[in-house]
């Protein structure tokens, strides 16, 4: 088991190799901010995708019928043909 002084003098040592590292280059934080930000935008994206897909397929990945993508079916096809009949 390591001892408490020993883990606090490492974990010291790291965060002043790592203050010593964005010293020396300032444009390391805002481009790894860039890069995060920029995946973790990617995967919501994709996560939030998957979930509206899902909701509006009426036939899920079991096979089993999904009413909530029935009546977004619905609703769209009432609005374009309100918007048809309008114009």
């Not at 790291?14 to 995946?39: E, Y």
Request: aromatic share 4%; hydrophobic share 45%.
């Amino acid at each position: 088991m390591f001892s408490i002084s020993l883990l606090s003098k490492q974990l010291g040592n790291a965060i002043n190799q790592g203050s010593r590292i964005i010293a020396r280059n300032p444009n390391l934080i805002r481009n790894g901010a860039l890069v995060g930000g920029g995946a973790v935008g990617t995967i919501a994206g994709q996560s939030l995708y998957s979930q509206m897909t899902e909701a509006v397929n009426p036939i899920d990945q079991e096979g089993n019928i999904n009413p909530m993508g029935i009546i977004i079916i619905l609703v769209i096809v009432a609005v374009v043909m309100y918007l048809l009949r309008r114009g």
